[in-house]
């Protein structure tokens, strides 16, 4: 389970940390991440692809941001059971994806979840390519709602 949530202010410092240095914890980042699945896909990730994967509707009506909002830089929540989810903006959430394994996981669960199949390697680098490139959009939304 991940450690108790830091107050705030110490999101928004490690927020902006993040914006200058290299992930602190785990065993990847975003940026390798992408670098990873653009070569597997033999194309870069496409940030505007990324977008519209991330925001896309299933017949049910499911999609990436019905969990995780759009833009997904503030707190998710879970369309079926209202738990609150981490930011999944590495900007905002700077554990996001330092951590391959956990990763992998979780794109093969949610994939199948809205896909009813695993998301395919561009699909993959397009979706992280989005989300790299994401700023937070204001204090409101960097620190996030109510903890
Ligand atoms: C039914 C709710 C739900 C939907 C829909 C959903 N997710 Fe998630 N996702 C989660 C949860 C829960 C986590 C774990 C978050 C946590 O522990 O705070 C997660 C985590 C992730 C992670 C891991 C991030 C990391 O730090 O490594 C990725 C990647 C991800 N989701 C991508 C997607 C994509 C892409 C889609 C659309 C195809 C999607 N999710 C749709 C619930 C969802």
Redesign the pocket.
Known sequence: M?PALPPPTLVLAAALAAATLPARAGDTDITR?LAHWSAEAGRPGDVARGEA??GRRNDAG???????GMPPTGP?R????G????P?A?AV?P?????RA??D???R???R???DRE?SPA??AD??AY?AGLRPTGAGSATGGPR
């Open positions: 991940p991440q994967f991330f499911a999609s990436c941001a019905g969990c995780h998710g879970h369309a079926a059971t738990k609150r989810l981490d999944l590495p959430h554990t996001a994806f330092t951590e956990r990763t996981k979780w794109f669960r949610n994939c979840d809205v896909l998301c699909e993959k979706v992280l989300l």
